[in-house]
């Protein structure tokens, strides 16, 4: 079907060309050969009068025009799916779907792991896949890379709707077997101990950060990792502390010979959100994991 001289199907390809940037992993995703995929990235850039897509290194970028263009077509297709496509009684019993959250180990530990099971057994065709963050967290949901995303709140956007999801304070955390730790830990004996840290791709967490700020060079890094997930088993066996997030501290207690004490020093408090796209807040199946993720209750149908 052509649209003032635009074949509407080519919307679908050039969106899922924005996304990807890649014309192979586009071709996967629409179940097009890459020549039929090629082809109509050439018919694309003709009627735009634009290239769209441009070869940067070993990567393609997009023009400014793209950019441009991205969150437009992703909107509008959104609000097809939400809005004529879709049927207008959801059962969540027959609901096949993948939803895509981009959270850090952090949040999928403390958070989304009991979520998601509170969520399939009310529907379990419901499948998750969670995306590991980048530099730009809420791009990912501009151009429809993910459905949601868990995310301290000092990340989250004004261009989309967001909510308060779960507040976290912080713990240390020790090996049971530190001998030089006793029942209580101050900042002097603290601040004796060698210490793992995490450093992210995208910078450290706000806590490091904090503690940075605090002791200056006083800490002793003997490892730094890059996720949290590593930080209990860098202290197994060793008289190195940590300072991680209260909700990991407890699961890390339950499960590996750890202690756990109070953070010798103030420390700011961190707050998570959840963030969607405005243009799918009619999709109903997002809806419902959204207010579960919240812990709403679902209004009786």
Excluded at 144 to 150: K, S
Excluded at 190 to 211: I, K, M
Excluded at 241 to 259: D, Q, Y
Aim: include cysteine; glycine fraction near 6%; proline fraction near 6%.
């Amino acid at each position: 079907m052509r649209f003032k001289g635009l074949d509407l199907n080519l919307l679908v390809t050039l969106d899922r060309l924005l996304v990807e940037r890649n014309v192979s992993r586009a071709a996967e995703q629409l179940f097009l050969s890459q020549s039929a995929t090629s082809g109509a990235l050439a018919r694309l850039r003709e009627f735009f009068g634009d290239e769209l897509l441009v070869q940067v290194g070993r990567q393609m970028t997009l023009t400014p025009r793209a950019e441009e263009l991205a969150p437009a077509i992703r909107s509008v297709l959104m609000q097809i799916g939400t809005t004529i496509i879709e049927h207008p009684e959801l059962d969540l019993a027959r609901v096949h779907r993948m939803v895509r959250i981009v959270a850090s180990d952090y949040a999928c530990i403390a958070f989304l792991a009991d979520a998601i099971r509170r969520i399939q057994a009310e529907a379990p065709g419901i499948t998750f896949q969670l995306i590991a963050p980048n530099s730009e967290p809420t791009a990912m949901i501009t151009r429809g890379q993910v459905d949601l995303a868990v995310m301290p709140t000092r990340f989250l956007t004004a261009d989309h709707p967001s909510a308060a999801l779960f507040d976290d304070d912080h713990s240390v955390l020790v090996c049971a077997g530190n001998s030089r730790v006793g029942e209580t830990l101050d900042v002097d004996t603290f601040l004796s101990l060698p210490q793992v840290t995490v450093q992210l791709e995208d910078g450290p967490p706000n806590y490091e950060t904090a503690a940075a700020d605090l002791f200056g060079n006083r800490r002793h890094k003997e490892v730094v990792v890059a996720n949290f997930v590593t930080v209990p088993f860098m202290l197994s066996g060793t008289d190195r502390a940590a300072i991680v997030h209260s909700r990991l501290a407890s699961i890390f207690c339950r499960t590996m010979a750890l202690r756990r004490f109070p953070v010798p020093v103030a420390l700011p408090a961190l707050r998570f959100g959840l963030q969607w796209h405005g243009a799918g807040e009619g999709d109903r199946v997002i809806a419902f994991v959204r207010e579960s993720l919240l812990g709403r209750p679902r209004p009786a149908a």
